[in-house]
């Protein structure tokens, strides 16, 4: 059973008139594992998620949510699926514990088991002692994660997450990438999408990166980072002219390449922590002082740039 | 099946908070009640005329029985009633009760008979011993031997071949000639009985009038429950849920429903206990009328709520089809005092039905049986507004 994907998605594609939301992708979500969908503003993770969990019918391709189709099965995906909607949809004049009662309700909860999940949901939320409140009332971050706390109350196999961290303080924003990798930990699967790199980078096993209605790489966070090979930026200032010490840096063992501009010099490295010291003593021979220094370990951000020669965030 | 009653039950809850409304909803059609029932008592309904009433339906459609309408309803001792949606039945239980002094009705055949000097009979409800019914006797007899004699005049003209003299025009001669008949009866003190409260109440027509009314105006806070549920998404979200649209669907007009159905009953006493109308004459019948009434405004509030894309389109939509109905529907002005085009027309409302139903049991006076049709139309009504609430919505989500 556990061989089998969680969600397997194949050439899915939808358009809206002459925009192509989604063209044609396809990947694989084992069970258990944290996937994220990364990309820019309408790059159609939503639109994937929306056929994922059958609101959208697809124009062509298909999915299985744990062997369930959407095509034909949509029931059956129901019943595994708790979904977290990247726009606030709770009843904003209800309590935050009538809202979780009667989302309860609706993933079929009743009784006894009905009040323990929204009390034991509450906790981890941390809204407990909030609960009776309305939830209009709340503020964004609050909101959010009642968001979230009402797909969690059925225990689903599978949980899609759109981005859940939009628009919240880092605080909140902590909290709630915390309680994502609790889920893991209790054996969900969980399909997150997020536009923000340092998330995806951090929480997944596996990362697919999207643009433009397609799938332009998926794989480990360290996989995606071989694309762009394994050097390390090191963004540096200084006061003075910087020309003679970046000769003698470009002669150091280990760094591949120096160059300049707008008085912020960049030097390529394989290892910042081996070249570094070199750097500030070669300076410190010059009398050049170093006013700032950057170390840019490859990221997901680079990845996304050598793929589109655009930056993630505009 | 037990999530139509969860969905219905989070809607009632959304409709509590906001209690100020509901509040609004039961005052507003008391203050009305009480507003419009004075007009009318202040009209003095049918005090000022002491004109016998007397049914009338044809079922003839022609040029004769016409003409024999239009003497009768010139007649200066009896007033003809007419309401296209009153049966024969319900004219001969109004007779009956009282509230009638006799009923006439036209054959179908009845011109056509009259021209072929035929012998044919109109039918007439009456309670044959009461001195109205003397009265009522020798005018029909003068009116109608006046179309007899004017029928047998005019052939007798046109058998003579008198050149361009047409048969209608000889008749038109013949009848004029007896504008003043050899046979006038004079008003005696005129015996319609009267009974009390009833007929006489003015209210009797304002309480279920404003009712109905103000049913519609609750429509305003239903709907937007439904479109807040669209706007915010909470609707796309359900669907993620295994919950069926039906369902749904279903559970907003239940809550609707037990709002709608919650405010007549609490009308519905005070206007029985305070107003002193008598809706509990035949409590049957009003929880009937009441249940396909709530039935009908609550589809229609489904309706509302779903064709609605903001919650000031809810509002709108909901106070344009309470003006509209109420005013065509009677809910102010009794239709009978309108024309039969304006009860032909008014009766495309629903309104009009739930009046049809209401005053038929606590103004006319008439049985069980009478609210039967207005029912059945409240229903057809509410299958109607229902059906095409689930196709819009269906059309709108499929994308
Ligand atoms: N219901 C719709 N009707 C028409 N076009 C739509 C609809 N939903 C999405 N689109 C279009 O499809 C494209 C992909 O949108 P989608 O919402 O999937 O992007 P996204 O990756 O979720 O973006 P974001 O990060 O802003 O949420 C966009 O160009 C959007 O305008
Ligand atoms: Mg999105």
Redesign the interface.
């Known amino acids: 059973m556990s061989d089998v994907p969680a969600i397997e998605v194949l050439d899915l594609q939808k358009s809206f008139g002459e925009n192509h939301a989604v063209q044609g992708v396809s990947f694989d979500v084992k069970q258990g594992e944290i996937f994220s969908l990364l990309g820019p503003n309408g790059a159609g993770k939503t639109t994937t998620i929306s056929m994922l969990s059958c609101l959208l019918r697809p124009n062509n391709g298909d999915a299985r949510v744990m062997g369930h189709s959407i095509r034909s099965d949509s029931t059956g995906v129901k019943s595994v699926l708790g979904v977290v909607p990247q726009d606030i949809a709770l009843y904003e004049d209800l309590t935050a514990r009538e809202n979780l009662s009667f989302w309860g309700k609706m993933y079929g909860l009743r009784g006894s088991k009905l009040k323990l999940r929204v009390d034991e949901v509450l906790d981890v939320i941390g809204l407990r002692d909030r609960a009776n409140e309305r939830v209009g009332k709340y503020s964004g971050g609050m909101k959010r994660r009642v968001n979230i706390g009402v797909a969690l109350l059925h225990k689903p196999k599978v949980i899609y997450m759109d981005e859940p961290t939009v628009g919240i303080d880092p605080q909140s924003r902590r909290n709630i990438l915390d309680s994502v990798v609790k889920l893991k930990d209790e054996g969900m699967t969980v399909l997150y999408t997020t536009h923000y790199m340092e998330e995806a980078q951090e929480l997944s096993d596996h990362i697919g990166i999207m643009d433009h209605g397609k799938l332009i790489a998926c794989g480990t966070g360290e996989e995606l980072v071989k694309l762009v090979g394994q050097q390390t930026r090191i963004d540096l200032t200084l006061n003075g002219d910087g020309s003679n010490v970046m000769q003698m840096w470009q002669a150091i063992d280990g760094v591949s390449r120096v160059s300049a501009e707008d008085g912020l010099v960049s030097v390529l490295v394989a290892d910042s922590n081996l070249v570094l010291p070199h750097l500030f003593e070669a300076a410190a021979q010059l009398s050049i002082r170093i006013t700032s220094v950057d170390i840019r370990e490859p990221n997901l951000e680079a990845v996304f740039l050598h793929l589109t020669g655009r930056a993630l965030r505009d | 099946m037990i999530?139509i009653f969860?969905i219905a039950f989070?809607d009632l809850?959304?409709l509590s908070?906001?209690f100020k409304t509901f509040m609004f909803l039961l005052i507003m059609p008391i203050v009305f009640t009480f507003l419009f029932g004075y007009a009318f008592g202040g009209f003095g309904g049918n005090d000022s005329d002491s004109r016998l009433p007397v049914g009338y339906i044809s079922h003839d459609d022609n040029w004769i029985t016409d003409e024999l309408h239009d003497l009768l309803a010139d007649s200066e001792v009896i007033r003809l009633e007419e309401n296209p949606f009153l049966s024969a039945s319900n004219f001969e239980q109004l007779v009956a009760n009282g509230d009638l002094a006799a009923a006439i009705i036209v054959p179908d055949g009845y011109g056509r008979a009259v021209l072929k000097n035929k012998t044919i009979r109109l039918t007439v409800f009456a309670d044959t011993g009461t001195q109205a019914w003397t009265t009522i006797e020798a005018e029909l007899l003068t009116v109608a031997s006046r179309v007899d004699g004017a029928v047998r005049t005019a052939s007798i003209l046109e058998q003579m071949d008198l050149e361009g003299v047409p048969f209608e025009y000889a008749f038109e001669q013949t009848l004029s000639a007896w504008d003043e008949p050899p046979i006038s009866i004079n008003e005696t003190s005129s015996p319609a009985i009267k009974k009390e409260g009833g007929k006489n109440n003015p209210l009797a027509h304002t309480s279920p009038g404003m009712m109905l009314q103000f049913s519609i105006a609750g429509l305003l806070t239903a709907a937007q429950v439904i479109v807040?549920?669209r706007k915010?998404?909470?609707l796309?979200?359900?669907?993620?849920?295994?919950?069926r649209r039906i369902h749904i669907v279903v559970g907003h007009h239940l809550a609707i429903f037990l709002l709608i159905f919650t405010q007549f009953t609490i009308l519905i006493m005070f206007g029985q206990l305070v107003l002193k109308v008598d809706y509990l004459r035949l409590p049957g019948a009003t929880l009937l009328v009441a249940f396909c009434a709530a039935l009908c405004i609550s589809a229609l509030g489904l309706l509302i709520g779903i064709l609605a894309q903001t919650e000031e389109q809810a509002i709108s939509f909901s106070l344009i089809p309470m003006f509209v109905f109420a005013g065509l529907g009677g809910a102010w002005v009794p239709l009978e005092f309108t024309g039969k085009t304006f009860q032909i027309i008014g009766h495309l409302t629903p309104v009009a039905w739930g009046m049809d139903g209401f005053e038929n049991i606590c103004a006319r006076g008439l049985g069980f049986e009478s609210v039967l049709i207005p029912s059945a139309a409240l229903v057809g009504y509410a299958v109607l507004f229902f059906g095409l609430a689930v196709w819009r919505l269906n059309a709108s989500e499929e994308?």
């Open positions: 999530r969860d989070k809850l959304q908070r906001d807040t549920e915010s998404r909470t796309q979200r359900l669907l993620t849920t295994d919950t994308k």
